[in-house]
């Protein structure tokens, strides 16, 4: 575990930095899972949902999501992102919708933030168009599974 690198001198929240450091590309990728009753899937799945295609508004939501994170996430510095994804993998019988968003920059930070806001959004919005249909929704988790890029180098979740 590093040093806290969001503090001053008198413990109080900062943005860092990043002017010294090393333009390079850097890459990120998140995921969250949403969960409902596998017919609540099917429904998502058939595209029979009453508020329409989930799965392409969920994409565009998470999407535009990681563009505004620098205005969502107090201490991030705004990216110009040069790419962001969301894909979405159904498992009806298991009631799940899982959302994997990746991100990429060519900057001085990374853009793990990004990849998880998008993914979060992304759930979120699972979870809005759904809610009608199934109350008991959740969204499971939202968890980092890889970045690369910058002085840390490559990093996977074990």
Do not use: F, N
Not at 40 to 65: E, F
Not at 81 to 103: E, K, M, N, Y
Not at 110 to 126: C, K, Q
């Amino acid at each position: 575990m590093g040093e806290l690198t969001h503090l001053d001198e008198h413990g109080a929240a900062r943005m860092v930095d990043v002017g010294a450091k090393e333009v390079t590309q850097r890459r990120a990728v998140a995921r969250a899972v949403v969960r409902m009753a596998p017919a609540t899937a099917a429904a998502v799945a058939a595209g029979d949902a009453p508020k329409g295609d989930v799965l392409g508004v969920a994409r565009i939501a998470g999407i535009q999501a990681a563009k505004r994170t620098g205005e969502l996430i107090p201490l991030c510095h705004p990216l110009a992102l040069d790419h962001v994804d969301v894909d979405s993998v159904i498992d009806q019988p298991a009631g799940t919708v899982t959302l994997t968003a990746t991100a990429s920059v060519t900057a001085r930070t990374g853009v793990e933030m990004e990849a998880m806001t998008a993914a979060a959004v992304a759930a979120l919005t699972v979870y809005d168009m759904v809610k009608g249909l199934d109350r008991a929704v959740s969204i499971e988790h939202v968890a980092l599974l890889e970045k690369s890029g910058g002085r840390s180098g490559h990093w996977t979740r074990g």
